[in-house]
């Protein structure tokens, strides 16, 4: 099971990438970041993501259906125990890039995120959503 570091380093290897870093959404800070980040500051740019991860991931307008934004639960029985995020990803595009955020869930309060800058040109959005999502289940904290 890999930690921060061997997971940021598999998220440089998808296509286009350019920077990934895993963020606490409620803090802002980067647990830990490699590549190149807009602006060229990786703290500015964990903690601008974060404002958007939080407040996306604490509108009911985003949640599944039946899920409770206060315990992180959908109602269904499922889970051990464990809040899962209330969103899987977000993706954010512009002229020559892309962001995807992918909600990690964990054993505690799920308040952090796999954040990954594609190139436009290189990058392919199905591929790192994929990639990001079996790093996240197999990502290991604490």
């Known amino acids: 099971m890999p930690g921060i570091d061997e997971c940021l380093l598999e998220a440089m290897r998808l296509p286009g990438a350019r920077g990934a870093a895993l963020v606490d959404w409620t803090s802002g800070l980067a647990l830990g970041a490699v590549g190149e980040f807009p602006g060229g500051d990786h703290e500015a ?3 601008e993501a974060a404002e ?3 407040l996306t991931a604490e509108q009911r307008a985003f949640a599944p259906d039946g899920y409770d934004l206060r315990d992180g639960h959908d109602g269904q029985g499922g889970g051990g125990g464990a809040a899962d995020p209330p969103v899987e990803d977000l993706i954010i595009s512009n002229r ?3 962001h995807v955020l992918r909600f990690v869930p964990t054993s505690f309060d799920s308040s952090v ?3 990954v800058w594609l190139a436009r040109p290189d990058g392919n959005l199905a591929l790192a959503r994929i990639r990001l999502g079996e790093m996240a289940g197999r ?3 604490g």
Request: aromatic fraction near 14%.
């Open 139 to 141: 990502l290991v904290l």
């Open 52 to 54: 958007v991860a939080r």
């Open 113 to 115: 995120f796999l954040h």
């Open 96 to 98: 020559d890039s892309y």
């Open 45 to 47: 740019a964990a903690a």
